[in-house]
């Protein structure tokens, strides 16, 4: 299985690094974004990719967009990132993880969807019996589904920092009231259309984020990447439990790994065990199959 920890396109410019894409301009209005295969924990690279899941999360991305183009246009082009590039190397390297997008202006915020109590949404009822101002009942317990999905957005912060929960007033001051509310209500749809077709598939999506951009006339786009197992909680059903953190198709192994070292927790992340690295690329490949039906 190819691997890739950091794509070297040199045919276009670099437009930026994060904690997993790569971003390139193609041209005045496109970009070509490849998925590598790097992984962060605590918000911190480590130095090991997971073999595949580059393309995995392409692969579920695309699945999502295509659902859910319905409900909102999104970035995709149709454009094959292979013909943006130059020389078999770099066609190897964007191919099955990669896309070309529309150059879009990105909202300043995370558009979150809630649906279970768990994170930083537990942590905050437990503190306030809120999460991000809104009003909870009383006697809710860790992971307990939400009496209806909650938007809770928050704020992007710089590589390495922590994402700032906000309420809906700081959301409507940032963005004005009327597109305010137009991301709210589509987030909350496109997260109850999806809960919908992963539970009758064996998975409980417990929250995600989704990004959303602008064109020059204001148009709203899904941008970014779409419930993969790197933006969203997975949980299986038949494992779920209320009052306890039920196991979830991500990264988990490795969080679990790193929780047993004598780290801080800050730059350069540990060495990662070959038995760690292959446990949670199964995991990422099992969603994938579970949601769309791909092996």
Same mark, same amino acid.
């Given at each position: 299985?190819?691997?890739?920890?950091?794509?070297?396109?040199?045919?276009?410019?670099?437009?930026?690094?994060?904690?997993?894409?790569?971003?390139?301009?193609?041209?005045?209005?496109?970009?070509?974004?490849?998925?590598?295969?790097?992984?962060?924990?605590?918000?911190?690279?480590?130095?090991?990719?997971?073999?595949?899941?580059?393309?995995?999360?392409?692969?579920?991305?695309?699945?999502?967009?295509?659902?859910?183009?319905?409900?909102?246009?999104?970035?995709?082009?149709?454009?094959?990132?292979?013909?943006v590039v130059q020389g078999e190397d770099e066609r190897n390297q964007v191919r099955g993880r990669s896309l070309v997008v529309k150059r879009l202006k990105p909202l300043p915020i995370e558009a979150?969807? *809630?649906? &279970? =109590?768990?994170?930083?949404? @537990?942590?905050?009822?437990?503190?306030?019996?809120?999460?991000?101002?809104?009003? +909870?009942?009383?006697?809710?317990?860790?992971?307990?589904?939400?009496?209806?999905?909650?938007?809770?957005?928050?704020?992007?912060?710089?590589?390495?920092?922590?994402?700032?929960?906000?309420?809906?007033?700081?959301?409507?001051?940032?963005?004005?009231?009327?597109?305010?509310?137009?991301?709210?209500?589509?987030?909350?749809?496109?997260?109850?259309e999806a809960a919908a077709h992963a539970q009758v598939r064996g998975i409980i999506i417990a929250d995600t984020k989704f990004e959303f951009g602008q064109d020059a006339a204001g148009k709203l786009y899904l941008i970014d990447e779409v419930l993969t197992p790197d933006s969203s909680r997975f949980w299986p059903t038949d494992q779920y439990r209320v009052g306890?953190?039920?196991?979830?198709?991500?990264?988990?192994?490795? *969080?679990? &790994? =790193?929780?047993?070292?004598? @780290?801080?927790?800050?730059?350069?992340?540990?060495?990662?065990?070959?038995?760690? +690295?292959?446990?949670?690329?199964?995991?990422?490949?099992?969603?994938?199959?579970?949601?769309?039906?791909?092996?």
């Amino acid at each position: 299985m190819n691997t890739l920890f950091e794509s070297t396109i040199t045919s276009l410019p670099l437009l930026g690094r994060g904690k997993v894409r790569d971003i390139y301009a193609v041209g005045a209005d496109h970009l070509l974004i490849v998925t590598s295969d790097r992984l962060s924990a605590f918000d911190v690279i480590m130095p090991d990719p997971i073999p595949g899941k580059g393309e995995v999360l392409t692969a579920v991305a695309n699945f999502w967009f295509g659902k859910l183009a319905h409900i909102i246009p999104n970035q995709l082009t149709g454009i094959d990132p292979e013909s943006v590039v130059q020389g078999e190397d770099e066609r190897n390297q964007v191919r099955g993880r990669s896309l070309v997008v529309k150059r879009l202006k990105p909202l300043p915020i995370e558009a979150v969807a *809630r649906g &279970y =109590l768990i994170g930083s949404g @537990w942590k905050d009822y437990q503190a306030h019996g809120t999460v991000c101002g809104i009003p +909870l009942p009383t006697g809710l317990r860790q992971a307990e589904k939400l009496p209806q999905p909650l938007f809770t957005p928050a704020t992007k912060a710089e590589m390495g920092e922590h994402d700032e929960n906000i309420d809906f007033v700081r959301v409507e001051k940032m963005l004005g009231a009327p597109l305010a509310a137009q991301v709210r209500d589509t987030t909350l749809r496109l997260y109850r259309e999806a809960a919908a077709h992963a539970q009758v598939r064996g998975i409980i999506i417990a929250d995600t984020k989704f990004e959303f951009g602008q064109d020059a006339a204001g148009k709203l786009y899904l941008i970014d990447e779409v419930l993969t197992p790197d933006s969203s909680r997975f949980w299986p059903t038949d494992q779920y439990r209320v009052g306890i953190s039920p196991p979830s198709f991500d990264k988990q192994f490795v *969080r679990d &790994y =790193l929780e047993t070292l004598d @780290w801080d927790k800050k730059a350069p992340g540990p060495k990662l065990p070959a038995e760690i +690295l292959a446990k949670t690329a199964a995991k990422y490949r099992e969603a994938l199959t579970r949601l769309t039906g791909q092996a």
